[in-house]
């Protein structure tokens, strides 16, 4: 495999930013402020972090177990768990770009940048029911969690639980502990 070059480098950094937005579990947690206020300071903290490994490893593909620890401690810092292997996916897909990139094969973040504006349609909404202060002592056993996937170019709103969903293209997930817990 090939050295990174100038334009490699930039391609990879660019690429790994990429990546990691389209990541579903990184950019809810950026989004929804999971992490905090610096939530995108740590996403971006990440980035750099991956970017490093890149740099500084002699043989990435081999070292694959050590980058997933990366993301899962990126994830952990926004307060957000993977479970759905997609660690695994994305430290995959993030080795593959860098191997293009040593190969000055930029095809994949062509494709990036082309599904960027795809995927930026595609918006996750979550809320855990602290978005408003409640004066009951009860609040935790009251709490719903509503998530709504959003797939076309619309603006995003919240629509609570008690509402029925219009045929507008959202889906309203509820909290099945909190099944007939209502008040």
Do not use: H
């Amino acid at each position: 495999m090939n050295e990174l070059t100038e334009e490699g480098r930039a391609v990879l950094i660019e690429g790994i930013g990429l990546i990691l937005w389209r990541w579903t579990a990184m950019r809810a947690a950026v989004e929804n402020g999971w992490g905090g206020r610096d939530s995108q300071a740590k996403a971006d903290g990440t980035c750099s972090t991956v970017f490093n490994f890149f740099i500084q490893s002699n043989d990435p593909a081999k070292d694959i177990e050590k980058l997933g620890d990366i993301l899962d401690k990126g994830l952990d810092e926004l307060n957000t768990t993977a479970e759905d292997g997609s660690v695994d996916e994305v430290a995959n897909t993030l080795i593959d770009l860098y191997e293009d990139c040593c190969n000055n094969n930029y095809e994949m973040l062509e494709e990036l940048r082309a599904t960027r504006t795809q995927a930026s349609a595609n918006v996750v909404k979550v809320s855990n029911g602290n978005d408003e202060e409640s004066d009951d002592e009860d609040e935790d056993n009251d709490q719903t969690t509503d998530m709504m996937v959003e797939a076309s170019n619309q603006k995003p709103e919240v629509m609570p639980v008690d509402e029925p969903a219009a045929d507008d293209g959202w889906t309203v997930v509820s909290s099945r502990k909190n099944k007939g817990k209502r008040n």
